[in-house]
């Protein structure tokens, strides 16, 4: 029997290099999760400075929008019922 053996390329990695970039990527990340803290913390403060500097909260305007709501979609109904009384030759209410 004739055994042939068969060379399998290998891949020779340099070891050093890729510590050097494992520790290089973990400085990144450290880098740019301390800079988005430092951003985050900057909108959030801004946000709250400016809340705070209104003359009516964001509370207060809500409800006054949804009150407004609230009574154009009365008049709405209120103006579509007279409207309909009027097609249908009904009295006025």
Known sequence: MNHHQQS?????IDTRLVRIGVVLTAAGAVVASTGLAIGAFAVFTAGR????DMEVSPTQQAVAKWEQAKEASRAGVRAWQTASDAQNGSPAR
């Open 8 to 12: 399998h390329p290998t891949i020779d």
């Open 49 to 52: 400075r400016m809340i705070r």
